[in-house]
């Protein structure tokens, strides 16, 4: 691993703009924790809802995240960051427990599958004892292809792509790309083999 730059102190960008385009930054920046406060009241009202309040979830689910697909479900507890740097595609299924951390963009195809307790996590935190300590940290987006199943307690980490039709066995962590169309499991997750079409 390469050393993280140390931020400018002359850089003229808020917080968001930094965080936006991946840069190191502050995130008790106040616009930034006024977007978490949000995320966090939408994401509590989402998790108290009963099973038969379908609408209720929905319209919460339409205001929170960036794009959410027709027929697509998610089961309470939700957790996120900020909910609108995630877009899920149509017909997905999201079991309990799913973490979605999106400093950085999350982008959830059509038709993919996530086990319980599936965690997404976008954000990086400098090796530079300094930097940590000051409380600078970075994020690398998470793209998810159409039809992925991912197992039971999957971990993708930050700046991961994984291809469409993949499968990721429950309790793998993805530590790197993976390629459309294979079985992958472990941790790291690796390619055992190619699935049929």
Avoid at 60 to 85: C, F, K, M, N, Q
Avoid at 86 to 105: C, H, K, M, Y
């Amino acid at each position: 691993m390469s050393a993280t730059p140390t931020p400018d102190p002359d850089d003229p960008r808020s917080m968001r703009e930094r965080m936006d385009a991946g840069d190191l930054y502050l995130a008790d920046d106040p616009e930034l924790v006024d977007a978490y406060v949000r995320a966090q009241e939408l994401t509590q009202a989402y998790n108290a809802t009963g099973v038969r309040e379908r609408e209720r979830r929905t319209a919460i689910l339409g205001e929170l995240l960036g794009a959410v697909g027709e027929d697509t479900a998610i089961r309470p507890p939700l957790h996120v960051d900020y909910g609108s740097r995630i877009r899920i595609g149509a017909r997905g299924f999201a079991n309990f427990g799913l973490v979605a951390l999106d400093v950085a963009p999350i982008t959830i195809g059509d038709d993919v599958q996530i086990g319980p307790n599936v965690q997404l996590l976008t954000p990086l935190h400098p090796l530079e004892a300094g930097l940590r300590r000051d409380k600078w940290e970075n994020a690398l987006p998470i793209a998810i292809g159409d039809n992925v199943w991912l197992g039971g307690g999957v971990v993708v980490c930050p700046g991961v792509t994984i291809g469409a039709n993949t499968v990721v066995g429950a309790g793998s962590v993805v530590t790197r790309d993976l390629p459309a169309g294979v079985l992958a499991v472990g941790n790291p997750a690796r390619v055992v083999r190619e699935l049929p079409a």
